[in-house]
T-cell receptor, first 112, second 116 residues
Framework: SQKIEQNSEALNIQEGKTATLTCNYT??????LQWYRQDPGRGPVFLLL?????KEKRKERLKVTFDTTLKQSLFHITASQPADSATYLC???????????FGKGTMLLVSP | DTGVSQNPRHKITKRGQNVTFRCDPI?????LYWYRQTLGQGPEFLTY????????KSRLLSDRFSAERPKGSFSTLEIQRTEQGDSAMYLC??????????????FGQGTRLTVV
């Protein structure tokens, strides 16, 4: 069966450091992989999308990598800020598949 | 457009009662999704509409759950004979048709259901 694994424990880092979150998947052949941010009591908000033929994608302080051989995506936040504290969800998506399926998410806590 | 709107934001109901939630998607989006989320978990897919057609349902969607999207606009999710295990956040999302161009899904704020 398809499985999406994200770090189950919260990631605690200090302000200014780089946060790295991991998303591993099995039994997917994703054409795309998305990352979303979710704050407590709110719906997820889209951050970045990376395609299977892209190794890396950047947006401001965010960077996503996508290794289809390792079946893994890494999500980096550089120069992290307390406002980056949230839960981050990954969602691999097979080409043409209509359902967006999420991992459990990793909670990031950035302390001042 | 103000984004995806869900009502009510919170609902407390007694076990055994029926509840109905409403989702108003972004107007030009023809895809609409329902998810359920419990504490510490990611959103779990329930069902999905392409315009008014319900194209996929999760095994999570028991016989007590039904969703509609009349005329391909707003959608309702009804839970009959609620159980305490139904307590969760119910999220709605909408997106354009991904067969045309892939873009993100836009989520509403969710409806928090508590069954007592």
């Amino acid at each position: 069966s398809q499985k999406i694994e994200q770090n189950s424990e919260a990631l605690n880092i200090q302000e200014g450091k780089t946060a790295t979150l991991t998303c591993n998947y099995t039994n997917y052949s994703p054409a795309y992989l998305q990352w979303y941010r979710q704050d407590p009591g709110r719906g997820p908000v889209f951050l970045l999308l990376i395609r299977e033929n892209e190794k890396e994608k950047r947006k401001e302080r965010l960077k996503v990598t996508f290794d289809t051989t390792l079946k893994q995506s890494l999500f980096h936040i550089t120069a992290s800020q307390p406002a980056d504290s949230a839960t981050y969800l990954c969602a691999p998506m097979n080409s043409g598949y209509s359902t967006l399926t999420f991992g459990k998410g990793t909670m990031l806590l950035v302390s001042p | 457009d103000t984004g995806v709107s869900q009502n009510p934001r919170h609902k407390i109901t007694k076990r055994g009662q029926n509840v109905t939630f409403r989702c108003d998607p972004i107007s030009e989006h023809n895809r609409l999704y329902w998810y359920r989320q419990t504490l510490g978990q990611g959103p779990e897919f329930l069902t999905y509409f392409q315009n008014e057609a319900q194209l996929e349902k999760s095994r999570l969607l028991s016989d007590r759950f039904s969703a509609e999207r009349p005329k391909g606009s707003f959608s309702t999710l009804e839970i009959q004979r609620t159980e305490q295990g139904d307590s969760a956040m119910y999220l709605c999302a909408s997106s354009p048709d991904w067969r045309e161009a892939f873009t993100e899904a836009f989520f509403g704020q969710g409806t928090r259901l508590t069954v007592v």
